[in-house]
């Protein structure tokens, strides 16, 4: 079909369907370009509702890098609900992008971001709806090429059989990388030209390598099966992060953030052991102050947006965070913006930090101690006191926020009940400071869901809680928490159980997924639409166990499915951070001290390029450079 024609088709099926402006395009500062005057063309995809896409900001930068070039386009493209998908199925109209409506078919590639393993089946959906076959084996070099990025793909082979090219990292410098090579290779067949993309530090092209498995089904190798691939695919990162988007499209309808999202910072050095995007994010890069202030003076006259959201995964360890807040206040206090530090860490949440944020937040305070007693913080790396947790809880509500909110896991790793009655026991004491300064109309909110041990942690050895025991655990505290005051929050056990398989799966579980999907299995991340038993049955007729990828504790010297991925941290210093928590030993920021965790020594190159304030690691220097230590006799 053409444009025209898919236009037609919407007119009559728009007024039939909920939440139309999902699909109509025509929002504030959307990108469209002349079709036929670029020379490549990118659909940007994120596989679930446009209501949960508009606000990821990972999908918006690449939106934003491809269309400040001239001669290149990308335009956008969403999972339709089931509404819209059925009226598309009965019409026979192919998934379209919103811009131009253009076909998908027809554009030079079609990327899609994965940031959880729940998309799986939307990826595939989003693919046949396209009109293009869902295994890569089976379109050639006349359909787009099909690029997925995202936390989800460093464990890719649940989804290697599906995707051409995973970009394994970063992906602002890699995809343009990855746009060049295919618009010089365009005249060459597609085995050819992922040959050439195979070559591009980042790019794991998963047909160029074979997986060996022993008799018990754990992996024996993986091996790659052509000269350009690398036996091991490096992360890709920008050294320096890029000016921050400030042309956000604002959407016609009501999306799950309502705020325009700035990165401060990218990276983690808390070393948290269960956090996967701590890990695989490092190193930390931090953005100028001046910068962040520039780009909320641009996002206020372009979008007309009135909450800020400071992003990083530790926003309270952004080096000028209170020099920040407090300009932030100076120049745009008399506006009424509401300022939001969705990552807080307790211990560097200072009085004064709470001060500069102003009345904005008033509303809630976000703490995530994640566990609540200090045997289980150290067990995890995430050390702070009973007494800092209390003290910070206490100048929170001092400072006239009513509501806290406090997020955790069960399941760690040596997790007894004790640990989990502990989070009530935590929870009360907290709500009691709270009463202090507001009487009953102090609240606290707590947040419970269940640890998923993530590739490239410390944690990956580990295995998930014996599901009876996680239910008797939130069964406790369903229980306990039916007082005033205190309200509880929690996530299926059995929904994370099919995360943990997918995250933790290695290439067999790519025909559970194609199963699922064809019974029916997708928007995996709704409630309301968990096929639980599509999955169950795909399992069982690929002759898999789920408890094999989720309840199996590892070997120290057992092949990950993710093996051949490098996220420049070693498995060494992973092992060493496993064996430290079974003894309940603690590291520090390792700003304040470097515990080689490869990072340096994988990256050197980019490091020496980059001016020192750039990253927080230490500068890497020549060895002629290196004066010997001085011994004093």
Excluded at 133 to 146: F, G, I, M
Excluded at 287 to 310: D, N, Q, S, W
Excluded at 450 to 479: C, N, S, V
Aim: charged share 25%.
């Amino acid at each position: 079909m053409t444009p025209d024609q898919i236009e037609t088709a919407l007119n009559r099926l728009l007024p039939r369907v909920a939440k139309p402006g999902r699909y109509t395009g025509g929002e504030l500062n959307q990108v469209v370009k002349d079709w036929d005057a670029v020379g490549y063309r990118v659909a940007m995809a994120f596989p679930d509702l446009y209501d949960i896409g508009m606000s990821n900001l990972g999908w918006m930068i690449h939106y934003d890098i491809i269309n400040k070039h001239r001669n290149l386009l990308a335009e956008r493209v969403f999972c339709p609900w089931d509404d819209m998908e059925a009226a598309l199925r009965a019409g026979g109209i192919p998934l379209f992008s919103l811009e131009t409506k253009h076909p998908i078919r027809d554009f030079d590639m079609l990327a899609m971001t994965l940031p959880y393993e729940q998309l799986f089946t939307n990826a595939l959906n989003l693919l046949d709806l396209a009109g293009l076959p869902v295994r890569s084996a089976d379109r050639d070099a006349s359909y787009p090429l099909v690029v997925a990025g995202g936390h989800a793909c460093y464990n890719p082979e649940p989804m290697a059989p599906f995707i051409d090219v995973f970009v394994i990292g970063e992906g602002e410098e890699v995809l343009l990388e990855i746009i060049a090579t295919m618009r010089a290779a365009a005249h060459l067949d597609r085995e050819t030209q992922l040959r050439h993309v195979a070559s591009i530090t980042g790019c794991y092209v998963p047909r160029f390598y074979d997986v060996a498995y022993h008799d018990d089904g754990t992996v024996a190798a993986i091996t790659p099966n052509v000269l350009e691939a690398p036996p091991r695919v490096l992360k890709a990162i920008v050294p320096v992060l890029p000016p921050p988007v400030t042309d956000f499209i604002v959407p016609f309808v009501e999306t799950v953030h309502n705020r325009a999202p700035i990165e401060i910072m990218r990276g983690c050095t808390r070393g948290c052991r269960f956090c996967h995007a701590g890990m695989v994010t490092r190193p930390v890069r931090e953005r100028p102050v001046e910068e962040v202030l520039a780009a909320m003076e641009a996002i206020l006259a372009k979008t007309g947006y009135e909450e800020i959201a400071l992003m990083s995964l530790s926003s309270s360890d952004y080096t000028h965070v209170l020099e920040l807040t407090r300009r932030i206040g100076e120049r745009f206090g008399g506006l009424g913006l509401n300022i939001s530090l969705p990552s807080l860490r307790i211990e560097t949440v200072s009085t004064q930090l709470m001060d500069n944020l102003g009345d904005g937040r008033r509303s809630g305070f976000t703490l995530a101690p994640e566990a609540a007693t200090e045997k289980m913080r150290n067990i995890i790396n995430k050390y702070v006191t009973h007494e800092q947790l209390l003290e910070t809880a206490r100048e929170i509500y001092r400072r006239d926020w009513r509501t806290i909110k406090l997020y955790f896991m069960i399941g760690h790793p040596q997790e007894e009940m004790s640990d989990v009655a502990a989070i009530v026991d935590l929870s009360r004491q907290v709500l009691a400071e709270g009463r202090r300064f507001h009487g009953n109309k102090a609240a606290v909110n707590v947040g419970v869901s269940t640890f998923i041990p993530k590739p490239h942690t410390p944690f990956q050895w580990e295995p998930m809680g014996d599901m009876a025991g996680i239910r008797a655990k939130l069964g406790y505290l369903i229980a306990e928490f039916k007082r005033p005051g205190l309200k509880l929050r929690w996530n299926d056990p059995d929904e994370s159980v099919f995360e943990g398989m997918l995250t933790r799966g290695d290439r067999r579980m790519a025909a559970v997924v194609e199963r699922a999907w064809r019974k029916g299995a997708k928007f995996d991340a709704w409630q309301d639409h968990f096929r639980r038993d599509a999955w169950v049955e795909a399992m069982a007729e690929e002759g898999l166990d789920a408890a094999f990828f989720t309840h199996r504790p590892r070997r120290i010297d057992e092949v990950f499915p993710w093996e051949h991925i490098d996220v420049a941290v070693t498995r060494r210093f992973l092992t060493g951070d496993y064996l430290m928590s079974q003894r309940q030993e603690t590291r520090i920021d390792c700003r304040h001290h470097c515990f080689a965790c490869g990072i340096l020594p994988k990256l050197k190159d980019l490091r020496r390029e980059t001016p020192p304030e750039a990253w927080e690691c230490p500068p890497v220097t020549k060895v002629a450079d290196r004066r010997p230590a001085l011994i004093q006799l």
